[in-house]
Every structure is written in C-alpha cells, then in structure tokens.
C-alpha cells in the first residue's frame, strides 16, 4: 500500500484547472502507493511464519452483490448484519447464520452503504441520491444531496446523515427523507478517498473531516457541541498539507479518539469539555480501533503500532504485515485483527502484537472496515461476499 485515493475538492472550476497537472501526477496512487510496485522498499511483505495462537476457520460466507470501494462498511445492529455493494444491492444478512434476511436492489450503482439503526437502512448512489429502506426493505424514500457521497451514511436520532464531497454534513428525517439540516466546513484542495465513518453516540454525531477536525454536533437538530483539532496540516504544497481524519471517531468512556493521516493520532477527555489528553505524532492510513487499555492504528505503510490509552505510549509494533494494504482494524476477546489486500485476514495479540494465526477469505482486496463480534469478525470482501471468520 499504502497512500489512499486523492480526490480533487468540487468547490473551484480553476482550482481544478490548477491543479490538473497535480492530479494526473497522482494517478499511480490510486493502486495504493504513489511509487512504483517495482521498487522493492514499498512491495508488500511477504506471508510470514508464525507460531499458531489462534484457530481460525470460515464460518460462512454469503454473496450480496458485487463491487467494493472505500465508502462501503457492513453495520451490526442487534443479530443482524446491513450491508451494501457496489452493484446496488443492499441486504440484511443473520449474524449467527450467514442467511439473508431481506435484499433489496437500488437501481442504481451505489458510492456508499450502508448505514443502520435496525429501522432504517440507507445508501447513497451514483447521481448523489440517499436511499432509505424499511427493516422488511422495502424503499422509504429517496432525496438529494448536495453532491456525492462517499462515507457511509449514518442513521440514528431520528435522522439518516450523510457527508458529501463538497465538506457538508446533511441531516435527512429518517422517516420522510426531508432535510432537517446542513452544516458545511470549508475543505482543502485535495481530500482522501480512503476509509471514513461517521458515529452516532448518545444523540450526539461524531464526525472527521478532511482538515483534521473532529466535530459533535447534536444529530437531531445539528447543533455544533464540540469542535477539536487532531492536526493541523503542515507542508508547502497542497499534496503535502493532506491532513483528512481517516477510519471512524472511537469513544472509549470518556475519551474520544482519532487519527489523520499526516498528521497524529489523540484523544479527548468529553467529561472535560473536549480537552487534550494525550496526541502522538502518526500518519494514519485506515483508522484506528481500541478497547479499554490499548488503542491500535495501523500507518500509511502498514507498520501496526498499540498505545496506551492512559497517555498514548507505544507499547508495541509490529511490521510483519508492512504495505500489504490494510482494512481498519478490529478488536475481538481473543485477538486483533487485520485484512489485506491479497484477501487474508490476520490475528496478532493485543498484548504484544505477535502474530497469532491467518486465513484467507478469497474474493480480492478487503476494502471496508472488520467488524469484530461476538462470533467472530465479520469481513466484507472485494468480490462481494459477507464473511464470518471464528476463532478459539
């Protein structure tokens, strides 16, 4: 890997004249790094041996369509699994079972999927469209943007809330699909294409932004709450000064935590008003993940490196899985773990970083987030399957 998609900001026809030498400079990222695979420094690293910790094995494994990009993240709610593809579909799939529940189709190809509450399902398609379904999924509604979206959406307080390619938030009524609100940030030149989220914790939306901000914002009435930088960009070029929130805000009581790429990973004390507890210096490539003692990021090469949470020590690192183009990260009881782009799914321990055990899950590059549970984690492939990987 490891350098994410560049986007150009929509904001400025001459902006984007400017920098059109720029972007088609940037055209070898899109692969995963800007330098060339033939260079031995940035191949990624080969399969290791290891010492087994872990048994893994496929629990099952289910098709939902076809497709993967960035924008798209399985969501459990409750049993229940929602997700999209590319192709348009969206399903609700049993957790314990790996069966489909409901499948719906969109119509249209789809940018990002799928955000859920266990009521209302929703995507957003290629021509700027939110689609909401019902939990029998059937469609609701459908509304408008104000321009694409690439994040998955995020549905609760009543409300289904997208961020565009423009730097908006917008708030849709989870029920009739009509705006309750829209709260715009100015953007840089150049943004990521690369995984984000958004978080509805406590009534209070939790969302990054690609100057390296963190917001809360009331999500039911889009009131700005809390507003802290994580990093600000540094360098003379607009390449350089690339500074996007990347993964998913965390919030372990009472910190919220994120990571920029270029940038640094921190955390915040909420009971305190927001304020600083502790930041590190980081180029987050994916995300972060964490549980109560430790909050683990991978970097912008892959290199997988656990902090502290009281103070955001390093505690471990770990480079066996160096630019093999790795998926946000997820927490499980037995291990951590780590997709990549070949289609393998690795578990190190959360105690040292040693790896643990593999197992491939075919269907290419893992693109969305893992998404640890109960049963094991969950992982959305490349070719469009949803796959439950148990461990013991």
Request: with cysteine; proline share 4%.
């Amino acid at each position: 890997m490891s350098l994410p998609t560049i986007r150009k900001s929509p904001s400025s026809a001459m902006r984007a004249l400017r920098l059109s030498a720029l972007a088609l400079s940037l055209t070898a990222l899109a692969g995963c790094s800007m330098f060339s695979s033939k260079d031995p420094r940035f191949e990624p690293t080969p399969l290791t041996e290891y010492t087994p910790g872990v048994a893994a094995k496929i629990s099952w494994s289910t098709s939902i369509g076809s497709g993967a990009d960035s924008g798209f993240a399985p969501q459990l709610t409750g049993s229940s699994v929602y997700a999209a593809t590319v192709s348009g579909q969206v399903s609700k799939v049993d957790l314990d079972t790996g069966r489909v529940q409901w499948s719906a189709n969109a119509g249209k190809k789809l940018t990002a999927g799928a955000g859920s509450d266990g009521v209302v399902t929703a995507v957003a398609s290629v021509d700027g469209n939110v689609i909401a379904f019902d939990d029998s999924g059937k469609e609701l509604w459908r509304s408008r943007s104000s321009s694409a979206v690439n994040v998955p959406p995020v549905v609760g307080a009543g409300v289904v809330v997208v961020r565009t390619s423009d730097y908006r938030l917008q708030a849709f009524d989870a029920s009739t699909g009509d705006l309750r609100w829209s709260l715009q940030r100015p953007g840089p030149a150049l943004s990521l294409k690369t995984s984000m989220q958004m978080r509805i914790v406590d009534g209070l939306l939790l969302a990054g932004m690609p100057n390296g901000r963190l917001m809360a914002i009331d999500a039911a009435q889009g009131h700005l709450v809390w507003e802290g930088s994580i990093s600000v960009s540094r360098g003379a070029t607009d390449l350089e000064r690339i500074n996007d929130v990347v993964g998913a805000p965390l919030v372990i009581d009472p910190l919220l935590c994120g990571a920029t790429y270029q940038g640094r990973v921190a955390c915040f004390d909420v009971s305190q008003g927001g304020r600083l507890v502790w930041d590190r210096e980081f180029s987050a490539g994916t995300g972060i993940a964490a549980d109560q003692h430790m909050l683990y990021a991978a970097n912008s090469r892959d290199q997988i490196e656990a902090f502290a949470m009281t103070d955001g020590q390093t505690i471990w690192t770990q480079n066996a899985l160096r630019n093999r183009g790795l998926a946000p990260l997820a927490v499980l009881p037995q291990a951590l773990a780590a997709g990549d782009q070949e289609g393998y799914v690795h578990f190190l321990s959360r105690l040292d970083g040693t790896l643990l055990g593999r197992v491939s899950v075919g269907g290419g590059a893992i693109v969305s987030p893992l998404i640890g549970t109960s049963r094991g984690v969950l992982v959305q492939t490349g070719n469009g399957n949803l796959v439950l990987v148990g461990i013991n």
